[in-house]
């Protein structure tokens, strides 16, 4: 007996272990949850995402937007009175929030009130 003749039935079982272990991984596990009509009647009553505010307060505007991500509808509005406009969020410091800090975010877009970084936010309203 040659050694090609001795490798070839255990390549061919190293082979076949492998594709079977392959198909295994494959298939996708079935659960009610991956069944049509469950995804189906999951989408007719759809329930509210919870999210918690995180506590922004004292924190750069810019980097809050970030941390909330691009899915976060945000507004930023000056809260000293002024009504300013907030062109560059990175020259902003959050004062104020609604939802307030660790509040249950249930409504958008989330807004932040904020003053220019060299100011104090005593004083401020956010309406």
């Not at 949850?33 to 506590?55: F, I």
Request: a neutral charge; hydrophobic letters at 40%.
């Amino acid at each position: 007996m040659t050694i090609r003749e001795f490798l070839r039935p255990v390549l061919v079982v190293a082979l076949l272990a492998s594709v079977s272990a392959c198909a295994e991984t494959s298939v996708p596990d079935r659960h009610p949850a991956a069944t049509p009509s469950a995804s189906k009647s999951a989408s007719a009553n759809p329930q509210p995402v919870t999210a918690s505010m995180m506590d922004m307060i004292g924190g750069n505007a810019g980097r809050a937007i970030e941390q909330m991500g691009p899915d976060t509808e945000v507004t930023l509005k000056d809260v000293s009175g002024k009504g300013r406009s907030v062109d560059d969020p990175v020259e902003w410091k959050i004062c104020r929030t609604r939802p307030g800090p660790n509040q249950q975010i249930t409504d958008y877009p989330v807004v932040l009130g904020v003053v220019r970084v060299a100011e104090s936010c005593e004083g401020t309203v956010l309406k």
